[in-house]
């Protein structure tokens, strides 16, 4: 069984190895671009980068449903435990936290980091990347970050995949993701946070076109409901 990297639209992202499922910021409720609904997924593990509401999203709420273990910065973690959410584990940048079929390790992201809730704004942590090992394959997901050198020191751990945010505005933009996607030097780069909403477009292709030519990554960019084999 292959390992399947699909895209939701936006930051979300499923792995699956055919026996265990990881969503990656699952938002799905208010996505204008997602293709499922919360209740139509299924997950073993979640992994939330920081609290903006395009990417806890659904994650508590798919956890409460289907058992999964949610794994965000400890701050974030804290707060949805004391919201009554029962399986969670907070951790940050440097750490390491397994889950039922692989590893998750917290990068730094520069970005902020604020949470929408009944009461109004609350600031839970820091934001994060991850380094996901998962069926034998390595997963560089940026998060919401622009730019930074030290990028060339998560390639050093021998990225396979590069999930680089594209959209500019809120995140690094493509010129950026490019420079980010030399640091990293991944065999393949995805991106992702485009196209959601206007504020956040920009051509897909000219950002496969540019990767091809100035790195030695591919690009893989996946509409909204695609998915693609990353191992055998
Ligand atoms: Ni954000
Ligand atoms: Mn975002």
Not at 181 to 195: D, L, M, Q, R, Y
């Amino acid at each position: 069984m292959p390992t399947t990297l699909k895209y939701h639209g936006h930051a979300t992202f499923e792995l699956s190895d055919g026996e265990t499922t990881v969503l990656i910021d699952p938002w799905f409720t208010g996505n204008p671009v997602a293709t499922v609904t919360a209740d139509n997924v299924t997950a073993d593990t979640i992994l939330i980068t920081h609290a903006h509401n395009d990417h806890v999203g659904d994650g508590p709420a798919i956890a409460e449903r289907t058992g999964a273990k949610l794994i965000t910065v400890n701050e974030l973690a804290n707060y949805l435990t004391a919201k009554g959410l029962a399986n969670v584990e907070g951790g940050n940048h440097g750490g390491t936290i397994a889950f039922t079929g692989g590893t998750a390790k917290f990068t730094q992201a520069w970005h902020s980091s604020s949470f929408s809730d009944e009461s109004g704004s609350v600031a839970p942590g820091v934001p994060s990347g991850f380094i996901v090992r998962y069926g034998g394959v390595t997963i560089y997901f940026a998060g919401d970050t622009a730019l930074f050198g030290d990028m060339a020191l998560i390639g050093e751990e021998g990225i396979d995949i590069a999930v680089l945010p594209i959209g500019d505005k809120f995140t690094m933009g493509p010129a950026d993701a490019v420079r980010a996607a030399k640091f990293v030097g991944a065999k393949t780069v995805v991106p992702s946070h485009f196209n959601t909403f206007p504020a956040i477009a920009q051509d897909g292709a000219a950002f496969a076109t540019a990767i091809e030519e100035k790195t030695s990554s591919r690009a893989v960019v996946l509409k909204p409901g695609e998915s693609f084999a990353i191992s055998e």
